[in-house]
């Protein structure tokens, strides 16, 4: 079968560095995202990551272990409008392709 | 670019009606999903469409769900009756095929249906 675990809920302090974790069990593999969904609103695309490693845009860093089924999602010098749900996502190397599976979501709350 | 529109925003019914769920959308994308999302199940991939054409089905609750993609830039969602456990947050998606690191999922606003 497909999952995918994170934890449900995290909180953190203005200023604060926070690690998201995201584990994987798929018929394959062919990419992890990360999106960022706001409180009633879409989802948005942050990272991608599809070879072992740091991937690093600003503020946000997103680390990818495959032979682990291990992900995270770091969040340095957070601010207030980090508040949301983090979204890991996985594309399974199977026959139709593209479609990605979805974890349910770690739900951020940033303080001041 | 508009980005991928849905329409309606909200929508609150009674059980046993018919929902549609609209969707236009990124011009030029090739590929178009539909997810429902609830906070017990999480985000969830109803089906989705490559060059209007329907690739995986297989998350499609139930034969009172059917989606159908006429054109490039139109696909529809339709729930015939609707149940009240049919209440979440429908989003579509678009995609345009191409290098894996560009395979990005462009979401909708979503479609908030309530069923009474």
């Known amino acids: 079968g497909q999952n995918i675990d994170q934890p449900t809920e995290m909180t953190a302090t203005e200023g604060a560095i926070v690690q998201i974790n995201c584990t994987y069990q798929t018929s394959g593999f062919n990419g992890l995202f990360w999106y960022q969904q706001h409180a009633g609103e879409a989802p948005t695309f942050l990272s991608y990551?599809?070879?072992?490693g740091l991937e690093e845009k600003g503020r946000f860093s997103s680390f990818l272990s495959r032979s682990k089924g291990y992900s995270y999602l770091l969040l340095k010098e957070l601010q207030m409008k980090d508040s949301a749900s983090y979204l890991c996502a996985v594309r399974p190397n199977n026959q139709a392709g593209t479609a990605l599976i979805f974890g349910k979501g770690t739900t951020l709350s940033v303080s001041s | 670019d508009a980005g991928v529109i849905q329409s309606p925003r909200h929508e609150v019914t009674e059980m046993g009606q018919e929902v549609t769920l609209r969707c236009k959308p990124i011009s030029g994308h090739d590929y178009l999903f539909w997810y429902r999302q609830t906070m017990m199940r999480g985000l969830e991939l109803l089906i989705y469409f490559n060059n209007n054409v329907p690739i995986d089905d297989s998350g499609m609750p139930e034969d009172r769900f059917s989606a159908k993609m006429p054109n490039a830039s139109f696909s529809t969602l339709k729930i015939q009756p609707s149940e009240p456990r049919d209440s979440a947050v429908y989003f579509c998606?678009?995609?345009?095929?191409?290098?894996?690191?560009?395979?990005?999922?462009?979401f909708g606003p979503g479609t908030r249906l309530l069923v009474l």
């Open positions: 998606a678009s995609r345009l095929s191409g290098l894996a690191e560009q395979e990005t999922q462009y």
């Open positions: 990551n599809v070879l072992d």
